[in-house]
């Protein structure tokens, strides 16, 4: 069976939701968005603490495997990804964070990307947002994506904001500040206690519009060539095949991992790895799934003098309060992000700009009961607080490859962190950095037991080891499809016709911070483009 829509979006994720929303403005253009996954309408999609439970279901969650490299963090990892309306913004940790302003002008003034530098994005973040503390000169209000500081106070982040500020970094009444140094309660994308994913603030209000259909549980396999101008994709639907035609363009929104998959089971990519997988070859583009970039993280746990955790907020008869209390006003813990403490930082004091994230929480894991996602977080029954961070623009590149033409098979990623010597002086570095925080008078007094990665850990080869043990992913993960290689600045798939990406795979380096809201705002910047384009 074969339909016919001028705009064909394959993924309903952060970024194409958000395409979706704007394509379909116009009542001019038939808009398809097919997404992989099932609806986001679910409980613990609403409750902004509920991704905890969401994690552990494949119904809604993809495991992919990720393999190191031969240098540098040498332990394979399972990487999450949302699968559903909403992709990861239905499943993460709700955080807001544009990135730094450099990251972008980097990219228009030395990458040769025109379009992409502050003056476009900046104006964008400000057009979604509709933030709490107000309207400024950086700050937008009345935009779609609802933005708030969390309201998870408590003593212990409080101490950390104040040990902090003895370390030189301002404490600040949100992260998005010019300039981005500063440390303090997060900004997140929830509204009266719900997650405002981009499903709730791009599609939700949309659905009705005549011009926009939504398919869920539609995979899609590949892209279809006449010639090179794409004209069609193939999904699997509960086992069959369907082809849906692109009049005008296909839009591929399906994410770092998923979206240079696609590619190269169209016939796209590196013409050695396509013809190995058995594809035939539509274009030749070595850049297809490399330049992958990741950040990689590595936390502190430590146990309390003072009973100022949560842990125990998270189990038996006050799990259940917690849950009436959600229930009824929205409120306490299951109503915050999944981090509330962010802070940016410089390890090196000549530096122009931060170049590591911290993100705290007042909880500590039982890592002796730690299986993976799928089998959830149990908490330690004593006081503890976590403190995680990453080096902000990492120069490691890892890939991800199809492994063969069938689209059931998962992709082959190769995660390659700390292979860069940069990547491991700074991660060094801001292990120690994290380390002389928790020393600091209006922190230490606190502070019972450093737990992990513990006080052995002492080295830079001790630091490195811990990030082999301990360390993982940010869920960051960007660069697979970049400008300037894979598509240009407009998003068009270099040497094909009829189709671009719009995720973040196009970003050619890493943002400073964490990637929800820069893939919105891709997916905002693709939809002026394409309409620009129609004109």
């Given at each position: 069976m074969t339909d016919t829509y001028?705009?064909?979006?394959?993924?309903?994720?952060a970024a194409g939701c958000v395409l979706a929303n704007r394509l379909s403005a116009d009542p001019r253009n038939a808009v398809l968005l097919l997404e992989a996954g099932p609806s986001d309408k679910h409980p613990f999609v609403?409750?902004?603490?509920?991704?905890?439970?969401?994690?552990?279901?494949?119904?809604?969650?993809?495991?992919?495997?990720?393999?190191?490299?031969?240098?540098?963090?040498?332990?394979?990892?399972?990487?999450?990804?949302?699968?559903?309306?909403?992709?990861?913004?239905?499943?993460?940790?709700?955080?807001?964070?544009?990135?730094?302003?450099?990251?972008?002008?980097?990219?228009?003034?030395?990458?040769?990307?025109?379009?992409w530098g502050w003056a476009d994005m900046g104006r964008i973040f400000m057009a979604m947002e509709d933030h709490e503390l107000g309207a400024t000169d950086f700050r937008g209000v009345g935009g779609p994506l609802h933005v708030i500081v969390s309201r998870n106070r408590?003593?212990?982040?409080?101490?950390?904001?104040?040990?902090?500020?003895?370390?030189?970094?301002?404490?600040?009444?949100?992260?998005?500040?010019?300039?981005?140094?500063?440390?303090?309660?997060?900004?997140?994308?929830?509204?009266?206690?719900?997650?405002?994913?981009?499903?709730?603030?791009?599609?939700?209000?949309?659905?009705?519009?005549?011009?926009?259909?939504?398919v869920t549980e539609a995979p899609v396999d590949k892209v279809r060539f006449e010639g090179t101008r794409a004209v069609a994709v193939e999904t699997v639907?509960?086992?069959?095949?369907?082809?849906?035609?692109?009049?005008?363009?296909?839009?591929?929104?399906?994410?770092?991992?998923?979206?240079?998959?696609?590619?190269?089971?169209?016939?796209?990519g590196p013409e050695a790895h396509l013809r190995?997988?058995?594809?035939?070859?539509?274009?030749?583009?070595?850049?297809?799934?490399?330049?992958?970039?990741?950040?990689?993280?590595?936390?502190?746990?430590?146990?309390?003098?003072?009973?100022?955790?949560?842990?125990?907020?998270?189990?038996?008869?006050?799990?259940?309060?917690?849950?009436?209390?959600?229930?009824?006003?929205?409120?306490?813990?299951?109503?915050?992000?999944?981090?509330?403490?962010?802070?940016?930082?410089?390890?090196?004091?000549?530096?122009?700009?931060?170049?590591?994230?911290?993100?705290?929480?007042?909880?500590?894991?039982?890592?002796?009961?730690?299986?993976?996602?799928?089998?959830?977080?149990?908490f330690e029954k004593v006081p503890g607080s976590q403190i995680f961070g990453y080096n902000l623009l990492p120069e490691s590149q890892g890939s991800v490859l199809a492994r063969s033409s069938d689209p059931a098979e998962v992709p082959e990623i190769t995660h390659n962190y700390l292979s860069h010597e940069k990547d491991r002086r700074t991660s060094v570095a801001m292990?120690?950095?994290?380390?002389?925080?928790?020393?600091?008078?209006?922190?230490?007094?606190?502070?019972?037991?450093?737990?992990l990665p513990g006080p052995q850990v002492q080295s830079d080869e001790d630091i490195l080891a811990a990030f082999n043990m301990l360390g993982g992913p940010g869920y960051h993960a960007t660069g697979t499809c970049a400008m300037g290689s894979v598509v240009d600045a407009r998003l068009r798939v270099e040497g094909v016709d009829g189709l671009r990406v719009a995720d973040l795979s196009i970003f050619p380096t890493n943002v400073s911070g964490n990637t929800n809201a820069p893939a919105m705002a891709a997916g905002w910047r693709a939809a002026e483009l394409i309409l620009d384009d129609r004109r």
């Open positions: 001028d705009y064909i979006i394959a993924g309903g994720g609403t409750m902004p603490k509920g991704f905890g439970r969401l994690l552990m279901s494949d119904r809604r969650t993809w495991y992919l495997p990720a393999n190191p490299g031969p240098t540098g963090k040498n332990t394979p990892e399972t990487w999450v990804r949302g699968k559903m309306l909403g992709g990861s913004s239905s499943i993460n940790g709700m955080q807001y964070l544009r990135g730094h302003p450099e990251d972008y002008d980097h990219w228009e003034r030395d990458l040769g990307l025109p379009g408590t003593k212990i982040v409080d101490a950390m904001i104040a040990a902090a500020e003895q370390m030189g970094v301002p404490h600040v009444e949100e992260p998005n500040l010019p300039g981005q140094e500063g440390s303090g309660y997060t900004t997140a994308t929830i509204r009266h206690g719900r997650r405002q994913s981009a499903a709730v603030a791009f599609l939700d209000p949309v659905r009705h519009r005549r011009n926009l259909t939504i639907e509960k086992g069959v095949r369907r082809t849906y035609r692109a009049a005008r363009e296909i839009v591929l929104s399906a994410g770092a991992i998923m979206s240079p998959a696609i590619l190269h089971r169209s016939g796209v190995a997988i058995g594809v035939p070859v539509v274009r030749h583009s070595p850049g297809v799934g490399g330049n992958m970039r990741e950040h990689v993280l590595l936390f502190l746990q430590h146990h309390l003098t003072v009973d100022w955790s949560q842990n125990r907020e998270y189990s038996g008869w006050r799990l259940v309060r917690n849950g009436l209390r959600y229930n009824l006003l929205r409120t306490g813990v299951l109503s915050g992000p999944g981090y509330d403490y962010t802070g940016f930082i410089r390890t090196d004091p000549s530096l122009t700009r931060p170049d590591v994230q911290l993100i705290a929480n007042p909880l500590s894991m039982d890592m002796a009961a730690w299986e993976g996602w799928t089998k959830g977080v149990t292990f120690r950095w994290m380390r002389r925080m928790f020393e600091q008078p209006a922190i230490k007094p606190y502070i019972k037991q450093e737990m």
